[in-house]
């Protein structure tokens, strides 16, 4: 983690847009609390989560695209920690570029709330536990519904000037 240069938005007003969420159950002690800070979000927002599982993060990407057709945002949670294998870097290329061609073929804001952590203390210092240094079930939530917002207000401004679909 970074440490600096977050945009530092902490809510926005959503109403009536709806979120869906999809985590992964591996390291569940991890994502069932980044799924219940997402939730939280959305709500404390004005939007509506809807709750999918997957078993792990290379899971994500295909339920995620389901739901962003039936859903104004997504977010991805899960953790994937480092091992002694290549394995960590087909997992985090693999969710990262599923996620990233579904936001541009949906055209939907897919929020990417996959650790990916040396080791699970990292992970712990950005899964929004008390004493945590980052939320990112909460920021990933955020920042999707921030965006659509933004697509939203694009839209809009498109048709006021004589161009859109």
Do not use: N
């Not at 985590?23 to 927002?45: F, I, K, N, P, S």
């Not at 091992?83 to 087909?90: E, M, N, R, V």
């Not at 939907?108 to 980052?134: C, M, N, W, Y």
């Amino acid at each position: 983690m970074a440490g600096f240069g977050e945009p530092g938005i902490d809510m926005v007003e959503a109403a009536g847009l709806t979120v869906g969420v999809v985590a992964a159950r591996w390291h569940g002690e991890l994502t069932d609390h980044m799924l219940d800070r997402a939730v939280a979000a959305a709500e404390a927002c004005g939007a509506v989560a809807t709750v999918a599982r997957v078993a792990g993060s290379v899971e994500l990407p295909v339920v995620a695209q389901a739901l962003a057709r039936r859903c104004d945002t997504v977010v991805a949670l899960g953790v994937v920690v480092r091992g002694a294998t290549a394995h960590f870097d087909y997992v985090c290329r693999s969710v990262t570029d599923g996620l990233t061609r579904i936001a541009l073929d949906e055209g939907k804001p897919v929020g990417h709330g996959v650790l990916t952590v040396e080791t699970i203390e990292q992970a712990r210092d950005r899964a929004g536990l008390p004493g945590s240094a980052e939320d990112k079930g909460w920021a990933a939530t955020v920042a999707v519904l921030d965006a659509a917002l933004a697509l939203r207000d694009l839209a809009r401004a498109t048709s006021r000037v004589g161009f859109g679909a």
